[in-house]
Nanobody
C-alpha cells in the first residue's frame, strides 16, 4: 500500500527558507506522482506542486512557481519541497500525497478533490512569523 509521510515543518521568520521532506513507499508502478498540498486555518486545501515518478517532470501552481521547488531523490524514495522567501500567508499544514500521473503532468485535475481521503495523513505544520 502506498504510504507517504511529510516532515520538516517548523517555525521560520518571514523571508526565510524551509525544506519539507516526503518519505514515500509502496508504489508498485509509475502511474502516480507525488504532490504537495497545503491547508491554512479557515481556508480550503490548495495544491502547490507535483513531480512525476516516471520522468521527474514537474508541475507548479502559478502562485508557487519561483518561490517553491519540488525535487526527488529516488535512491532515498524521498520528495522534497524547498520553500523560499516565506511569508505569513504560507503558514499552513503541508501534505504530500500520491497524484495520478495525468493530473501531475499537466496540472489539469491537480486538486485535493482528486486525492483519496486516506492518503492525506497528518501533514507537517509550517508557521511563518512576521
Amino acid at each position: 500500500d502506498v504510504q507517504l509521510q511529510a516532515s520538516g515543518g517548523g517555525l521560520v521568520q518571514t523571508g526565510g527558507s524551509l525544506r519539507l521532506s516526503c518519505a514515500a513507499s509502496g508504489f508498485s508502478d509509475d502511474d502516480y506522482g507525488v504532490g504537495w498540498f497545503r491547508q491554512a486555518p479557515g481556508k480550503r486545501r490548495e495544491g502547490i506542486s507535483c513531480i512525476m515518478r516516471r520522468d521527474g517532470k514537474t508541475y507548479y501552481e502559478d502562485w508557487a512557481e519561483g518561490r517553491f521547488t519540488i525535487s526527488s531523490d529516488s535512491a532515498k524514495s524521498t520528495v522534497y519541497l524547498d520553500m523560499n522567501a516565506l511569508k505569513a500567508d504560507d503558514t499552513a499544514r503541508y501534505y504530500c500525497v500520491p497524484v495520478w500521473w495525468s493530473y501531475c503532468s499537466s496540472g489539469h485535475g491537480f486538486s485535493s478533490a482528486n486525492i483519496v481521503d486516506r492518503y492525506w495523513g497528518q501533514g507537517t505544520q509550517v508557521t511563518v512569523s512576521s
